[in-house]
């Protein structure tokens, strides 16, 4: 059942994040950028079948292969996302074509990592794909606040109008 919990996670985690990353969006440096990817991180490392017990190494091996992926994936996500100053200060982000590219990039190769641990006759649990997800959001975030910072500092966003404004002073009667 962990296994089952563990992969709707991972989809609702995905549809999310692409829903999210394929729009125009303002871009936050102090929002916790990492708190997602560090959640999943618990999950997945909370199961105890990150490893196959009977090829501990060769599971390893692929694990740290799954890890590589995601930090290669989130760097590429990250370095094509578009980045962009607003006149008024706000630095907004969208994900372009070359993310799409990426994206496409980075599940052909856990697909043939998986291939090749099946091949191989390895287990591998769903907690490694949770553990490259959470790398590939934890270095595309980290990517993505480092260029925010260095186009500009972000000032709040602007007020609606009127919304800076002091309540005028009331005479009691």
Known sequence: MPGLVNALVIVAVVAVVIARQFRTRAIDTDRRWWLLPVVLAVVALREPGVLDPHHRTGSAVLLTVELLIGLATGAGWGWTTRIWTAPDGVIWTKSTKASVAVWGAGV???????????????????????????????????????????????????????GDMQPAWKERV
């Open 108 to 162: 052909a190769l856990r697909v043939g990592a998986f291939a090749l641990g099946l091949a191989l006759g390895i287990h591998q649990d769903s907690s490694a794909l949770l553990l490259g997800l959470a790398c590939t959001l934890l270095v595309r975030g980290g990517i993505l606040v480092w260029r925010a910072q260095s186009v500009g500092t972000m000032s709040a966003p602007a007020p609606a109008y009127g």
